[in-house]
């Protein structure tokens, strides 16, 4: 809705918007229906988190000679 600039919500979206619990989704606007769902969504998600892997050194052996540039 939100993408397409309504400014309305239907009957049919208003009725399964008061079975979630939303009272009066005629009288919000629709942006802050979106938070709404969203906020009785977010117990729902899932959180991944990302392991960020650690570069590996290479071994020096500390007996070699440096090599020229």
């Given at each position: 809705m939100n993408l397409h600039d309504r400014t309305e919500i239907s009957d049919n979206l208003a009725e399964r918007l008061i079975m979630l619990g939303i009272e009066h989704?005629?009288?919000?606007?629709?942006?802050?229906?979106?938070?709404?769902?969203?906020?009785?969504?977010?117990?729902?998600?899932?959180?991944?988190?990302v392991e960020r892997r650690r570069r590996r050194r290479r071994r020096v052996d500390p007996n070699a000679a440096p090599t020229p540039a």
């Open positions: 989704p005629h009288n919000i606007a629709v942006p802050q229906l979106i938070e709404k769902v969203w906020a009785m969504q977010q117990p729902y998600l899932i959180t991944i988190v």
